[in-house]
């Protein structure tokens, strides 16, 4: 059996404006450019591991609507398993209006819709090598969550959560005591967060921090031209996991995470990655970070 992950979130249609800054009440401002894309932290972790060579299945819901079906178009094309994405018969496809303003930060406005009725029963887990977990689903559907992450810890399949950027995370403390094999989040998220096993922290254009039984490791980041934030840290999920399923080291998995993450930030998206911009990323690293990332990188992808 191979490396096979279950993506556990949301899945949206991300409208995209490019702006220098927003209106003011009862005002207007021109975008230069709009684009409407693929989103959500499940689907967009989903696409860097289908990217990567990983095989990826999502467990999602969208609405019987236009966006729905273009959610499991994308979703499909990219090669991710959509037999586990929900239909609702009553809400509509999530959607983010997504504000990206100078530097390539982004803000969003999100309209969750059927996200918000998720369910995980009745679900063969029995092929997986990996459950991934997004802190949205975990505060909004905390039964759910628990009785899906009870069955993986049954059955002794690891798992992961990214946590969310909410004021007060009130359910996702409790997740902890189920055991996660790594917490992703950034350092204002995970303040406070006991428990839980390894920790990635995402310091953005710092790279990134790894925190297990080593100790701490800090691994610097690349310096790229940021033109659109949006995704970035699922990018940085989707690399270090990838990396961690074929065994690398957590110096490692924490070089492809940063990878990931400065390529999206750098505007792209999977499956529209150029080699180039890969080899350029790899060429600054010491020879043998980039030989060790390299092979893992091509090798896995090849397959």
Request: hydrophobic fraction near 45%; proline fraction near 6%.
């Amino acid at each position: 059996m191979g490396n096979r992950i279950l993506v556990v979130g949301d899945v949206n249609v991300d409208v995209v404006l490019g702006i220098g800054a927003l209106p003011s009440p009862g005002g207007e401002v021109e975008a230069p450019r709009a684009e409407v894309r693929l989103g959500g932290g499940a689907a967009n972790v989903a696409l860097w591991l289908s990217w990567l060579g990983i095989e990826v299945r999502v467990l999602a819901r969208v609405g019987f609507d236009p966006f729905g079906d273009f959610v499991l178009k994308s979703l499909f094309e990219a090669g991710v398993d959509i037999d586990s994405v929900q239909r609702d018969p009553g809400l509509p496809t999530g959607i983010v209006v997504v504000f990206v303003g100078e530097g390539g930060e982004r803000s969003m406005i999100s309209v969750p819709g059927a996200n918000a009725h998720l369910e995980a029963r009745y679900l063969d887990l029995s092929y997986l090598s990996w459950i991934h977990v997004s802190g949205y689903f975990a505060e909004r559907k905390p039964e759910a969550a628990a009785e899906l992450l009870s069955q993986a810890l049954a059955k002794g399949i690891p798992w992961s959560l990214d946590t969310v950027p909410f004021k007060a995370l009130v359910h996702i403390p409790r997740f902890l005591g189920l055991r996660p094999a790594i917490l992703f989040g950034t350092e204002d998220e995970l303040r406070g967060l006991e428990g839980g096993g390894e920790r990635f922290v995402k310091l953005g254009k710092r790279g990134c921090l790894y925190i297990g039984e080593r100790g701490e490791l800090h691994v610097p980041g690349f310096e790229v031209e940021a033109r659109d934030t949006t995704g970035a840290g699922d990018a940085f999920c989707a690399g270090v996991l990838a990396a961690r399923l074929e065994g690398a080291p957590p110096e490692v998995q924490g070089l492809l995470g940063n990878l990931c993450g400065a390529l999206r930030a750098s505007g792209y998206v999977p499956p529209d990655i150029p080699v180039r911009a890969v080899e350029e990323l790899l060429g600054r690293l010491s020879g043998d970070d980039a030989e060790r990332l390299g092979t893992l990188l091509w090798g896995r992808r090849s397959r």
